[in-house]
DNA sequence: ATGAAAGCGCTAACAG
DNA sequence: CTGTTAGCGCTTTCAT
């Protein structure tokens, strides 16, 4: 049997397939009985439009693409559980794509290539790609760029200060007495931007606070995974002048850390104090609790959607802009100490 | 500026439209001449196919749609990244859904209603769906159930013996010389089947044991989460006679369970024993390393794409089949006590 | 406010 | 092996 189109509509109702199909997008006017009649014609087919029609005449897909690094990397997981729901609300399903951080995956990706047609916008997490890499993409691709770039004004950005939150984390280490400090996941090249800007931060809290840094406590890293965390710990650990606290790139990199502390039969926060960075579920139920740099991931989420979805919608070139969305120092055990229940010191939840 | 058409590729290389589409699509037998002629013709306008225009002729998205429960639970943030690669290999973009296991969402899902055209198959991960909805559903949709179902004959069923993996874990805490094993994940009730296996083979290694089964040591939780595991452990350790060892349903379930019990000052192993199910990449790092059941999962993914690629290909309805798939014990410090470096009991990756 | 008709760009049945 | 041609089902300009 046949699937019913909107031409069978159109008969039964006994009106043309123009106004059916207005009345199927709610476009032009259309008067309430020739709605009611094609509505019950609908009705009693069982009509569903053809999307696949529908985008070849349109020439829109109706589909977004949203591409991380990784999707196994809780930090993205839950970005992602947030931009879906968004964007279908908008009217855009969601394909996501995971690139492994390979600058020519992403490359391929921003240039678009073969899958052209397949969706409108995308939304990108990049972390192979360089900041000129990112210029040199399809022009007509609306594209909004998450994480640590800048825009080059024809793409929006939208992201937290990492600056002023990697400050806000060094100068709480500073605040709870902490002097040697040490942090992990520099990664001085021209992909690891997010990093820098990280490092940066750690630099102001200690100029702020008056203290000197010790370069070699900077610790680099190719990713922001436990095991580097893990790895660099026991470095730090292996000095004769180890830190009495670490600022960490990441949760992760934090959870890695404080694995080999512990390991180590020391203690967090007395011997060693660690915060991290992204606020990933984790970090509220590992031993001890992790104090983290909270960044508003609805927030993001919410933001890209709309950015995007508005600049698929108007056909001209926008303007890119730089977009700053709220975060939140932390405090939870690995730098408190205060022990509690299994919601010890997890921010509410909206 | 138009886009260049297969039109005007034919009519560059002075073909039909026919021959170019052969070319682009590798079907019948092409001279080598014309197929050079042709591809010259193509690479000199830079034509891409449009995707668009290819799906409304041949009734097919290329697009598959995995729904899980929830994005940012580990597991199947795992599940997913396996999934993907291995649907672009055969050709097949990734639609992602998730539905917080929401049964008339993942309801309206299967049914397909309005979303009919844009993906060919479906792979689901059912939570709010009882064994009797999973029936009640669009009968041409190819689909593939991951998890705790049994087919009913109309899709494939991918997943590992529950029953034999619970009963392997219970079975290795009793060879560790525990012998008030609590269970913590049950769901008695029709949704809850995934949970209910488990407790079965709780019982069976208890039964191969000749140990009986404490009834009240038997905790359910509505969900694997990390507080349902807190919560349900700080419930057994408030009993005059609390266990020696916990079977948890997750890993998350065992992470939030130790959480309970460290922060009261016991000890994992020593004082009560605790092995997970899943092997999140979280166990391997949290302090002590977690014990826990390794299902294959590159092995699931595959297997499901796989099979769901081969229902959509068969134009026939395919008799829906069990399909099996490996999984392994793995025991760590949560369990055996053994310290190591970060990577200890970590299982060599391939 | 509604009808008629021309595509959107590709595939595939039907010749030849 | 290749050309001709008729759609796939919808949107949308142009009339009316």
Redesign the pocket.
């Known amino acids: 049997m046949?699937?019913t189109?909107?031409?069978d509509v159109?008969e039964l109702a006994?009106?043309?397939?123009?106004?059916?199909?207005?009345v199927?997008?709610g476009?032009?006017?259309?008067?309430d009985?020739?709605?009611a009649k094609v509505e019950r014609a609908i009705a009693e087919l069982g009509?569903?439009?053809?999307v696949?029609?529908?985008n070849?005449?349109?020439?829109r897909s109706g589909q977004i693409v949203v591409v991380v690094p990784y999707l196994d990397t809780p930090y993205f997981a839950e970005l992602l559980q947030a931009i879906i729901p968004a964007a279908r609300k908008l009217g855009y399903n969601v394909l996501i794509d995971q690139t492994d951080g390979d600058r020519e995956h992403e490359g391929e990706l921003i240039g678009r290539g073969s899958r052209r047609f397949l969706f409108d916008g995308m939304i990108i997490s990049p972390l192979g790609l360089a900041q000129e890499d990112l210029s040199v993409r399809d022009p007509d691709l609306p594209l909004v760029v998450l994480g640590e770039r800048r825009s080059d004004g024809t793409f929006d950005h939208v992201g937290i200060d990492d600056v002023a939150a990697s400050t806000e984390a060094v100068s709480h280490l500073i605040a709870i007495g902490r002097r040697r400090i040490a942090a992990i996941g520099d990664q001085p090249y021209p992909t690891g931007e997010a990093a820098q800007l990280r490092t940066k931060g750690f630099r102001a809290a200690h100029e702020a606070a008056g203290l000197p840094v010790d370069e070699s406590l900077i610790i680099g890293t190719a990713r922001f995974n436990r095991i580097d965390g893990a790895t660099a710990m026991a470095a730090l650990l292996d000095r004769a002048d180890p830190p009495d606290a670490v600022f960490c790139y990441s949760d992760l990199v934090a959870s890695g850390a404080i694995h080999t502390i512990l390991g180590r039969g020391l203690r967090v926060p007395e011997d060693v104090a660690i915060i991290g960075y992204d606020d990933i579920e984790d970090g509220r139920y590992s031993q001890p609790t992790i104090s983290t740099i909270q960044p508003d991931k609805k927030g993001i989420a919410q933001l890209a959607v709309d950015r995007l979805v508005m600049r698929i919608g108007s056909g001209q070139p926008v303007a890119g802009v730089e977009l700053k969305v709220p975060h939140k120092l932390i405090a939870r055990e690995s730098t408190t100490g205060q022990k509690g229940g299994p919601t010890a010191g997890v921010h509410p939840l909206p």
Chains 1, 2 share one sequence.
């Open positions: 046949r699937e189109t909107l031409r159109a006994g009106v043309s397939p123009r106004t059916v199909s207005n199927v997008n476009y032009a006017k259309v008067t009985a020739t709605r009509y569903r439009p053809n696949l029609a529908r070849l005449a349109t020439g």
